[in-house]
């Protein structure tokens, strides 16, 4: 069924930006089918049009991210959004759709989703709308190439080379040193680093599997990402042998516990080999003491990754990057652009200090890719590094960026966002209604808190208190999905009931939309 914009206006307190009238169109769509585009013989004029029109369907979404009168989400049910809802189907046709209704299913496809790029979305490690960034994506998309080999990607692979080697000068790594590969993801650079680290110490795994190797242990902390036992079960080390360490009250890795852990392991039969920290965890957003975990792995032996997801970004803020001192020791890193540093999802490298091992735990040599006879220097064909064969190009809009904002734009753009967090932070630490999950200042951008509604306050702590409040974040953020004006993530942890969890990573955001946060959580949750 066919439909326009106009059949589903969005909600004028919250939006008055005007629809565009598709009848004053120079082409009607309706009559016209995919067929009728480029490679057509007569599709360029056909193909202008539509992408014109698409491009203008974009700008007026990339307009209404950045207007703060507008939703952040227009909240539907999986069910409706299924069902079918005023006109927009999820169902797949057996004869083609004309291109008026493919420009709708478009549009409605942004009108349902979540604009993550709006000052006042907090739900996320990664958010912002960067115009660059996106101008990257698009271009991307267009050339359309992939990263295995320099015939077919010649710009791309130099650009990757080149930015690479830039974050780990970032990382403290000398000249002579380092190698990489951008990941589909935080959570797939940690798992390489480690398989390259099972594979540093033990070759022969690459032939023999785990049944030639010892029974491994690697070390992570209680706050660290879930990427690291899911690495580990995936690769055959197994959960139980991951050992957890203890953290302090804020959340960083006690170094006592970690060689504490380590002397646990060995005791138990097991070859401690890896050890991750964590520079930003993700909910607290803290940095585990990198120079004495680094100490530690040096003297038992271990690969040192560093997980740095979320905070590698700080690397870009001379006012910040002190609180990665130590990174410089680690045999590999993580470090997501797409977080802190706002490029559009997704972009996430692995940074890795040995050169060659990449290449050595990954290579298979498929003849139909990686010919060793080809007229240029076949050592720029990356793809034999990797553990996939197709690899998207996620370098380009990072290395854009870079050239558009330079380093000192990238750390003006940190700055602000953990200038953001301190503002909340002062503002909770002045208010009764609110409760500080800690009441030391944020090192990241992350700040967490419990709000304590009129029905609360006058109750002493104990074990009522809690189960009533834990039940008040998932309630207002009911609400708050509902209106779709503001969106923070809320969570438990093992000793603490439901929080509400702010992050900042967007640089549209402004301390007004950390005051309209405050007082929107009160206006949904005063009642409860």
């Known amino acids: 069924m066919e439909h326009t914009d106009k059949d589903h206006p969005e909600n004028s307190k919250y939006s008055q930006t005007p629809v565009p009238d598709r009848s004053c169109n120079a082409k009607d769509f309706s009559s016209i089918y995919s067929k009728d585009l480029l490679p057509h013989p007569d599709g360029e004029k056909m193909t202008r049009g539509f992408l014109q029109e698409l491009v203008s369907t974009l700008l007026a979404y990339v307009t ?15 069910h409706q959004l299924k069902d079918g809802l005023e006109g927009f189907s999820l169902e797949l046709p057996d004869l083609p759709e004309n291109l008026e209704q493919i420009l709708v299913d478009c549009s409605d496809t942004l009108k349902y989703g979540v604009k993550t790029g709006h000052p006042r979305f907090f739900n996320q490690l990664s958010s912002g709308l960067d115009i660059i960034g996106l101008a990257g994506e698009w271009l991307t998309s267009t050339a359309n190439t992939n990263m295995f080999t320099f015939e077919i990607s010649p710009v791309f692979i130099l650009m990757e080379e080149t930015v690479l080697r830039k974050m780990q000068e970032k990382v403290g790594w000398a000249d002579e040193e380092g190698d990489g590969i951008f990941c589909p993801g935080g959570s797939m650079c940690n798992l390489y680093s480690l398989l390259l680290a099972r594979y540093n110490f033990y070759p022969e795994v690459k032939t023999g599997g785990m049944s030639d190797l010892p029974r491994l242990a690697l070390f992570t902390s209680e706050h660290s990402h879930y990427s690291i036992q899911k690495a580990a079960q995936v690769l055959g080390i197994g959960t139980k042998n991951v050992f957890v360490v203890k953290c302090d009250e804020r959340g960083k890795m006690i170094p006592v516990e970690l060689e504490s852990s380590i002397m646990q392991a060995k005791a138990a039969g097991c070859v401690p080999f890896y050890a991750n920290a964590t520079a930003g965890t993700t909910v607290y957003g803290a940095f585990d ?24 970004g700080l690397l870009m803020s001379k006012r910040h990057c002190g609180k990665l001192r130590g990174i410089e020791r680690a045999s590999s890193v993580t470090w997501n652009p797409h977080k802190m540093m706002g490029v559009p999802l997704q972009c996430a490298a692995l940074l890795v200090k040995k050169k060659g091992l990449l290449q050595e735990c990954n290579q298979l040599g498929a003849k139909y890719l990686f010919q060793p006879d080809k007229q240029y ?12 064969c197709g690899r998207h190009v996620d370098v380009f809009k990072l290395w854009l960026m870079w050239k558009a904002k330079g380093s000192e734009g990238f750390g003006s753009q940190v700055n602000r966002c953990l200038e953001n967090a301190e503002y909340l932070f002062n503002r909770l630490s002045e208010r009764a209604d609110f409760e500080l999950v800690y009441r030391s200042k944020p090192e990241h951008s992350n700040v967490c808190f419990w709000y304590i509604p009129p029905s609360l306050r006058g109750i002493p702590p104990g074990a009522e208190r809690e189960r009533r409040l834990h039940e008040v974040a998932p309630k207002i953020k009911a609400k708050m999905m509902e209106e779709g004006s503001v969106m923070i993530g809320y969570q438990p942890t093992s000793e603490k009931v439901n929080f509400f969890r702010c992050v900042f990573s967007n640089p549209a955001t402004r301390k007004e939309d950390v005051d309209f946060l405050l007082d929107e959580i009160v206006r949904l949750g005063c009642d409860l």
């Open 64 to 78: 209404k991210t950045f207007d703060r009168t507008s939703k952040v989400l227009d909240f539907h049910h999986p």
């Open 377 to 388: 220097d076949v050592s720029y064909d990356t793809g034999d590094k990797s553990i996939q």
């Open 289 to 312: 003491p990198l120079p004495e975990i680094a100490d530690i792995c040096s003297k038992h032996g271990l690969w040192m990754h560093v997980d740095a997801a979320w905070g590698g």
